[in-house]
C-alpha cells in the first residue's frame, strides 16, 4: 500500500446510486485506500525529469514565514525555500518576473502535509527550482477557507480527488493550471516525483505559456458555470417530503448494518447525517422508516464510542477510522469533531433516554475542557497526530494513544479479587479492550511497520459479557476498568504530547459554544453552560471588531497565554458568521440571557450585508473585496465533516424569524432554499443539513414562552423539561415580564401572555396561536411530546 495524498475524494460521485458526503476531508493517513499522487493538469506535460536526490541538512536560516502566526506557516518557516504568505507581495512579484505561481495549501496538524515538508520542502535542490523559477506562496486552509475552497474546486474537476497538501501551479493572474495534493520527492515505479513534476512544468512554462494560458482560461470559465448556484427562473424550494425521503432513501442503501457509518472505509463520524436521521426519526416516527433511521444513528453512535476512533484513555474522538470497524483512526483531534458530536451524542441521550449517550458527551467536553481550551475562554483548533514515541525520537502517527501487553501488565499488576480464575486488572482490561501480544492492527493498516506490537483499545464485549467470563459483578468491572484506565492516562501524561494547533477559529470556536450550550442544557448542568458563555465571551471580546460589527477569523496564543491577532487581521468568512450566530442562539435558549440573542442579530445583518447574494440567493463563502483577484466567488453546496454555513444560515434564519417576527428573514431562508433546489434535487445526501433546514421551514416553528423568573425554581423546571425533550424545530423563549425588555420589543404578543397564579407559566405557540397556559412540567412535556 502506497503512502498516498489524500483521504479519499470528497463524494460528489456515485456510491450505490448517489454520494455520501465526507466534506472538507482532512489529510490522510498511511493506512487509507492506496492510491499514488494526484496530478491533474489542463494540459499534456511530457514525460522527463530524473529523481531528486536527498539533500544535506538544512540550514536553519528562517525564511519570510518566520513572521506568520498561523502554526502550519511557522513549520515552514526554516525551509530553504523562498515561501510568501498568501497576498499581494506574491502576486506583483509572478506579473513582474513572469512566473507561474506555486500554491501549497495544508494546516498544521496534516500527517502527509509533515510528510511533504520533511521530504521536499526541506530538500536544497527543490528549493532552489521552487525559489529560482516559481513564487511560492504556502497558505494555512483553516484561515483562508476561501483559497482552499477555490483551488480544491479545480483540483477534485480534473482528477480523481482532492485532499491535503493540495499542490497547485497558477497563472500570475491566479488561474489554475495544474494541480495535485501529495507528491513523493522521486520517481516511482506508478508515481512522479515533485522534483519532476516542478521541472516539466518549468518547462512547459517556457515552451507552451500561451497554450498554458488559454487552457487555464478555459478550465476556469467552466468551472464558473458549473459551481454557480441561483434561484434562476424558480419561484419555491421543493417538497420537503420529497427531499426527506429520497435522502433517508440514499443513506439507507449506504448504511453498514453491522459496524453502523455510511461507508466501508476510511469511515468518517459525519455528525450531519446524524443530525438529519434523528429529525427524520421524529416526523416519521409512527413508520417503519423512521425507526430506522432513530436504529441506524443510535447504532451508529454506539459503535463509534466502543471503537478505536473514540481515545477510551483521555476521551475525545480522533478524525476518522481506516476501516470498516471503527477500530483504528488517523489519530488527530479535530474541534469541530469534538463540538459536533457532543451534539450528536446529546441528543442520543434525549430521544434514548439511554446515559451511555451522555456519558460520552460528557466524556467529549471534558477532553475539551482539558486539552483544547485557552485560559480566557476559547477553544484551540487541533491536536496532532504524529508524536515522537519517546523524547528525542522522529515523530510517528498514533504514537501517544497506542499501547503494548508488557507496558499494561507492568501499569496494572494488581490482582482481581473473586474472579473465578487468576486474574490482574491488566488482564481484565487487556480482555475487554482487545489487546494481544502481537497488537491488534493489522499490517495492511501500518504500512511502514510503526505499529508493530501496539494496540488501540477497542471494547470487545459489553460489560456484562465480561463480567459473566470472570465470574465478575457487573459493577465491580465497571470500576476496575475505570481505575485501570485512569492509571492508563496518567502514565500516558508522561510520553511525549502529540503538537497542539493552538489558533482559534471563530467558526469552530461557535460550533464548540453550540457543543457546551446544548449539552449543558440537555443535562442541566450550568458548569457546561458556563463554558459556552466564557466561549462566547472570549468572541465578543477578542474575535469581534464592535466599530465595523465584523468577526475575525483568527486569533492565536501569544506568550504566557496571551492573544495575539495577525496585522492586518483576517476577518471572517461566511462559515464563521453562521457557526457563531449558530452558538449564541444555542447559548441564549441555554441561558436565556437575552444579550447573546441581541448580538446574534446584529451579527445576522452584518452577513446579511457582507456574503448575500442578492440577485442569485444564497450566501457567497466569502466577502467579494477579501476574494478580490481569485478566479472563483463559490457558494458550499456540501454538508461534510462540518456542514455548509449556508445550511447552518438557513436554521439560523429560521430561528431568527422565530425569535423576533421580522418576515425579512424567513424570505431570506425561503430564498436561500430556493438557490440550492437543485443541487437538493440531485443529491439531498449531500445536503443533509439543508434538507433538515428545508423540513423545518415548510412545517410549523414552535415557539415555546415560559413567563417567569430567569432565576425562580419553577421557571428552571419547566426550562429544563423543554430542553429534556427532543424538539429540533423550535425556540425557547423566556419572558419576564418586563414590556421594555428586548424580546418583548421583537414580539409583541408577548405582553398578552400572563403567569398562572403566580407561578411560572408555559405556553406553546404555533400559527399566531397558543396552548392553554401550562405550570406543570408533566403536563408541558406530554404536549411538547406526544
Not at 466569502?622 to 444560515?649: C, F, T, Y
Request: glycine share 8%.
Amino acid at each position: 500500500m502506497s503512502h498516498l495524498s489524500s483521504p479519499p475524494k470528497k463524494h460528489k460521485g456515485e456510491h450505490k446510486g448517489h454520494s455520501l458526503p465526507h466534506g472538507s476531508e482532512r489529510g490522510s493517513s498511511s493506512r487509507d485506500k492506496d492510491r499514488s499522487a494526484t496530478v491533474s493538469s489542463s494540459v499534456p506535460m511530457p514525460a522527463g525529469g530524473k529523481g531528486s536526490h536527498p539533500s544535506s541538512a538544512p540550514q536553519r536560516v528562517p525564511n519570510r514565514l518566520i513572521h506568520e502566526k498561523s502554526p502550519y506557516l511557522l513549520q515552514h518557516a526554516y525551509n530553504p525555500v523562498d515561501w510568501y504568505p498568501w497576498g499581494q507581495e506574491a502576486f506583483d512579484k509572478a506579473r513582474k518576473e513572469n512566473k507561474p505561481i506555486f500554491l501549497s495549501v495544508g494546516y498544521s496538524t496534516c500527517h502527509w502535509c509533515h510528510m511533504m515538508e520533511e521530504e521536499s520542502f526541506q530538500n536544497e535542490e527543490i528549493g532552489r527550482l521552487l525559489s529560482e523559477d516559481f513564487v511560492s506562496v504556502k497558505v494555512d486552509r483553516e484561515e483562508r477557507p476561501d483559497v482552499d475552497k477555490v483551488y480544491m474546486t479545480f483540483v477534485q474537476a480534473t482528477s480523481s480527488g482532492g485532499g491535503w497538501p493540495m499542490n497547485v501551479w497558477l497563472t500570475p493572474n491566479l488561474q489554475p493550471f495544474v494541480g495535485g495534493t501529495y507528491f513523493p520527492p522521486e520517481d516511482g515505479l506508478t508515481r512522479v516525483g515533485f522534483r519532476t513534476v516542478l521541472l516539466r512544468i518549468r518547462e512547459q512554462w517556457k515552451q507552451n505559456k500561451n497554450t498554458l494560458l488559454e487552457n487555464s482560461q478555459r478550465v476556469t470559465t467552466a468551472l464558473l458555470a458549473r459551481s454557480e448556484i441561483s434561484v434562476g427562473d424558480r419561484q419555491l424550494p421543493p417538497s420537503a417530503a420529497t427531499m426527506n425521503n429520497r435522502c433517508f432513501q440514499q443513506l439507507d442503501e449506504g448504511y453498514d448494518e453491522e459496524y453502523g457509518g455510511f461507508a466501508e472505509a476510511p469511515k468518517f463520524p459525519t455528525p450531519v447525517i446524524l443530525s438529519f436521521l434523528f429529525s427524520y426519526w421524529l416526523s416519521h416516527r409512527l413508520t417503519q422508516d423512521g425507526s430506522r433511521a432513530q436504529q441506524m444513528a443510535l447504532h451508529t453512535l454506539k459503535m463509534m464510542a466502543n471503537g478505536g476512533i473514540r481515545d477510551h484513555v483521555g476521551q475525545g474522538f480522533h478524525r476518522y477510522s481506516t476501516d470498516r470497524q471503527w477500530h483504528v483512526p488517523h489519530f488527530e483531534k479535530m474541534l469541530y469533531d469534538q463540538a459536533q458530536l457532543a451534539v450528536a451524542y446529546s441528543q442520543a441521550f434525549q430521544i434514548s433516554g439511554d446515559e451511555f449517550y451522555s456519558d460520552m458527551a460528557k466524556g467529549i467536553l471534558q477532553y475539551v475542557a482539558r486539552s483544547l481550551s485557552h485560559r480566557s475562554g476559547g477553544f484551540y483548533s487541533a491536536e496532532d497526530a504524529d508524536s515522537p514515541p519517546e523524547r528525542g525520537m522522529r515523530p510517528k502517527e498514533g504514537a501517544y494513544y497506542v499501547w503494548t501487553v508488557k507496558e499494561v501488565q507492568q501499569l496494572l499488576p494488581e490482582p482481581v479479587l473473586g474472579a473465578t480464575e487468576p486474574l490482574t486488572s491488566g488482564q481484565l482490561l487487556m480482555k475487554h479492550y482487545g489487546l494481544t501480544e502481537a497488537g491488534n492492527i493489522s499490517p495492511s493498516q501500518d504500512p511502514k511497520g510503526e505499529l508493530q506490537g501496539q494496540n488501540v483499545l477497542t471494547v470487545r464485549y459489553s460489560l456484562e459479557l465480561t463480567a459473566a467470563r470472570f465470574g465478575l459483578d457487573v459493577e465491580a468491572v465497571r470500576t476496575l476498568l475505570n481505575t485501570g484506565l485512569e492509571k492508563l492516562f496518567q502514565a500516558r501524561k508522561h510520553r511525549p504530547k502529540p503538537h497542539l494547533d493552538s489558533k482559534m477559529l471563530a467558526a469552530w470556536n461557535g460550533l464548540m459554544v453550540s457543543g457546551y450550550a446544548v449539552t449543558g442544557a440537555v443535562l442541566g448542568q450550568d458548569r457546561l453552560i458556563n463554558y459556552a458563555t466564557n466561549g462566547a465571551k472570549f468572541l465578543k471580546r477578542h474575535m469581534f471588531d464592535v466599530a465595523s460589527g465584523r468577526l475575525m477569523r483568527t486569533c492565536y496564543t501569544g506568550s504566557g497565554g496571551t492573544v495575539e491577532h495577525s496585522n492586518p487581521p483576517c476577518w471572517g468568512f461566511l462559515e464563521d458568521y453562521a457557526f457563531v450566530v449558530r452558538g449564541l442562539l444555542d447559548l441564549y435558549e441555554a441561558s436565556q440571557e437575552s444579550a447573546w440573542l441581541e448580538w446574534a442579530l446584529r451579527l445576522q445583518d452584518t452577513q446579511d450585508r457582507l456574503f448575500w447574494d442578492s440577485q442569485g440567493g444564497g450566501y457567497f463563502c466569502s466577502e467579494a473585496e477579501l476574494g478580490a483577484g481569485l478566479p472563483l466567488r463559490l457558494k458550499d453546496d456540501q454538508d461534510g465533516a462540518e456542514p455548509s454555513a449556508n445550511s447552518v444560515s438557513a436554521h439560523n434564519l429560521l430561528r431568527l424569524h422565530g425569535f423576533t417576527g421580522h418576515k425579512d428573514w424567513m424570505d431570506k431562508c425561503v430564498c436561500l432554499l430556493t438557490a440550492f433546489s437543485e443541487r437538493m434535487r440531485r443529491v439531498p445526501v449531500a445536503l443533509p443539513e439543508m434538507v433538515r433546514a428545508l423540513s423545518a421551514q415548510q412545517q410549523t416553528l414552535k415557539q415555546i414562552v415560559i413567563c417567569g423568573d430567569r432565576q425562580a425554581k419553577d421557571t428552571k423546571a419547566l426550562v429544563q423539561c423543554v430542553h429534556s425533550v427532543y424538539i429540533p424545530n423550535k425556540v425557547l423563549i423566556l419572558a419576564d415580564g418586563d414590556p421594555s425588555s428586548f424580546l418583548s420589543r421583537q414580539l409583541p404578543f408577548l405582553s398578552t401572555l400572563r403567569r398562572l397564579e403566580d407561578q411560572a407559566t408555559a405556553y406553546v405557540c404555533e400559527n399566531q396561536a397558543c396552548s392553554m397556559p401550562i405550570t406543570d412540567p408533566c403536563e408541558l412535556r406530554k404536549l411538547l411530546h406526544p
